[in-house]
């Protein structure tokens, strides 16, 4: 099973983050899981490994003045947990229901944790399905794949970093976590430059996310793709990639912020296959 985990939090006073939230919140997340399951949070944190999770930046209102993030107590927050397999999204729930975690300390912040949104009617962006669900549901005729990259995304390339939607680094980034996730749903092989293009874009822009020794460039944006094939198990493979993008992330340093991506539909609500959220998820 896959899960988004949505975290509600809040303020009793007016605080002040440096711009390295996303850090910061990766560094308050495997520091919980620690205390409570030392051996889950070394797997979570395996170097070079493909990561089973993703996590949002702090999302709300936020005033960006002299390097630092000022965050107001009358304004919400929440972050966004994303987990690719049962085991991994049991032992997170138990640390924060079981555990009773009331206040969560991000940087020198401390949040009240005002609830945690496992379903979709506690909070639009709470979901869950599995990757057999989204192979089934995945549609072998829809050549127009619609992506929002809603945080700044990356790929790394020897040891250049590359900010630009080719085809090939987004569905390859998907791909490879989905043969680690569901191995019993294969896609077909693909050469993802020759049978996709990208057909339009929309506001798509570069940003800059500031980490706790280093900065990286991202791009935001929607792409849209067209799949140059008419084989069905091609186009099934790739439409299931496009709706896993909600819960797998795409790039780079996914566990900081990095690469929330949601496929949109075609002049219609945005479109996940189970439990779905009605809204593009924010920026990080």
């Known amino acids: 099973m896959m899960y988004s985990l949505v975290i509600r939090l809040g303020l009793e006073e007016d605080s002040v983050l440096p711009p390295y ?31 089973l999770f993703s996590l949002s930046q702090i999302i709300g209102p936020m005033r960006y003045h002299d390097g630092m993030l000022y965050l107001r107590a009358d304004d919400s927050y929440y972050i966004r947990i994303s987990i690719l397999d049962s085991q991994s999204f049991a032992g997170v729930l138990d640390v924060f229901l079981r555990h009773g975690i009331e206040r969560v300390r991000i940087g020198d912040v401390y949040f009240t944790v005002q609830e945690i949104c496992t379903q979709p009617l506690a909070h639009q962006y709470a979901a869950y399905t599995s990757g057999e669900e989204i192979w089934s549901a995945a549609s072998s005729a829809d050549t127009a794949l619609a992506l929002k990259f809603m945080s700044p995304t990356a790929f790394k390339s020897g040891r250049e970093s590359v900010v630009l939607p080719y085809p090939g680094l987004v569905f390859g980034s998907l791909a490879k976590k989905w043969q680690r996730c569901v191995p019993a749903c294969p896609l077909a092989h693909l050469d993802y430059t020759r049978v996709l293009r990208i057909a339009r874009y929309d506001a798509l822009a570069t ?21 140059r094939d008419t084989d069905e198990r ?42 779905r959220p009605r809204r593009c998820l924010p920026g990080g």
Do not use: C
């Open 21 to 51: 939230q996303g850090y910061l919140v990766y560094s308050m997340f495997l520091s919980l899981v620690r205390k409570h399951h030392a051996d889950l949070a070394v797997s979570l944190h395996t170097p070079d490994a493909v990561k």
């Open 207 to 227: 940003s800059m996310l500031t980490f706790k020794k280093a900065k990286q460039i991202g791009f935001t944006g929607t792409v849209w793709y067209e799949v």
């Open 234 to 275: 091609t186009i099934k493979s790739l439409n299931a990639l496009s709706d896993f993008a909600f819960y797998a992330g795409v790039g780079i340093k996914t566990a900081m912020g990095m690469g929330q991506t949601i496929r949109l539909g075609s002049g219609h609500a945005d479109k996940s296959v189970h439990n």
